[in-house]
């Protein structure tokens, strides 16, 4: 009994070996070129369409850009779909933003703007002319976080404002 539970048991493996292959043991290059791959399945760019900083919202369903003239004193936010490349046209009048400002919150309304591309009543670009928001953007303790409502469902992106007026993209995947 014993020899033909071995001989099962062999068999067994030889026909396992036969059916799965033989695939060699990983290399450090193939493991790079691995991880390569994935990647580029799950790219992003490293700053929106208009070169402002880009904002995640929900779990990469949607993301915004934040593009702050310090010239003109406007900040503009624009809806972006989950690749962060096309702008996205929502049914609102105004978007905000919430920062702390020596402790005390304060709250920043971004009118509706629309976008030469936007549908009647609908936008993709959110502008504000308040100085005092454009200002604590680039205070430190400051905690911007953008809420706004796409389709009926809030969402809210903490803003990681690049004090050099270029793009900057800073999440954890």
């Known amino acids: 009994m014993k020899k033909l539970t071995t001989t099962f048991a062999i ?4 026909l ?16 790079a070129a691995d991880a390569h791959q994935g990647e580029a399945v799950h790219a992003h760019p490293t700053e929106g369409p208009h070169h402002g900083s880009l904002i ?3 779990n ?16 503009t936010i624009y809806v972006l779909d989950s690749a962060a490349t096309a702008q996205v046209p929502i049914a609102a009048t105004e978007i905000t933003i919430n920062a702390t400002h020596d402790g005390t919150p304060e709250q920043f309304l971004l009118a509706a703007s629309p976008d030469e591309n936007d549908p009647e009543g609908q936008s993709s ?5 308040d100085k005092e928001l454009a200002a604590h953007l680039d205070e ?3 905690e911007p976080r953008l809420v706004l409502s796409i389709n009926g469902k809030s969402y ?13 993209h800073d999440h954890d995947h």
């Open 11 to 14: 068999g067994f493996a030889c």
């Open 16 to 31: 396992a070996i036969s059916l799965t292959g033989c695939k060699p043991a990983p290399t450090a290059d193939s493991e």
């Open 56 to 58: 995640e919202l929900g």
């Open 60 to 75: 990469e369903e949607y993301h915004a850009e934040l593009v702050h003239d310090d010239a003109a004193g406007t900040v």
């Open 125 to 129: 670009r959110f502008v504000s002319t």
């Open 140 to 142: 430190e303790g400051a």
């Open 156 to 168: 809210r992106g903490t803003i990681h404002h690049d004090h050099d007026g270029e793009g900057h």
